[in-house]
C-alpha cells in the first residue's frame, strides 16, 4: 500500500511539473515576447525573432545614407560630423570631405554661418546658409539652401 501511495504522489507531482512548464510556455508564447539572447519556444540556437515588449516588430537599423538623408532633410548634424572655424588659413568649407555622408559647420568666431552636406563620395551636396550674405533683397530668407550640381557650382537657394 506505502508503495502504490508513493508511486502515485510522483504521478500527481509530474503531471502538475509539466502542467505548469506547458501554462508557462503558452503564457509566453501568447504574450509575444522573446527575450534577448534566448531562442524561444522550440528554436536551436537563437533563432527566435526579437520582439519589443507589448508586442510589435523591432524597426532594423537605419543605414548609413539614410541616417544621413535624414538629418539633411531635418538640417540636423549628421552622425559624422565636424566643425570649422574661419581664420587666415580657413576662409570658407572645402568642396570635398575626406568622409562620405558627413556633415560640417562654418563658423565665423561664435556664429554659426553655414552646414554643408557631402554625398557618398564626400562631394558638397548641399548648404545650408544662416545669413544673408548682407543681401537681404537676395536671400530674403534665413536660412535658406543651395544644392550643387554634378559639377560642383552652387544652385539657387530655396
Partial sequence: MKKTRKTFLISVATVLLISLFSLNT???????????????????????????????????????????????SKGTKAASHSNVVKSTKTKSLPYKSSKPYSSKDFYDGKKLKQRRYYDKNGKAQM????????????HPKVPHRHNFNSKGVRGKDY
Wanted: charged residues 15%; aromatic residues 6%; hydrophobic residues 25%.
Fill in 127 to 138: 548648404d545650408i546658409d544662416y545669413t544673408n550674405h548682407g543681401n537681404a533683397k537676395l
Fill in 26 to 72: 503558452t503564457y509566453a508564447a501568447a504574450k509575444n515576447v522573446v527575450h534577448e539572447g534566448s531562442s524561444g519556444p522550440g528554436l536551436a540556437g537563437g533563432g527566435g525573432m526579437r520582439v519589443k515588449p507589448g508586442g510589435g516588430s523591432a524597426k532594423p537599423k537605419p543605414t548609413t545614407a539614410q541616417a544621413y538623408n535624414t538629418a539633411k
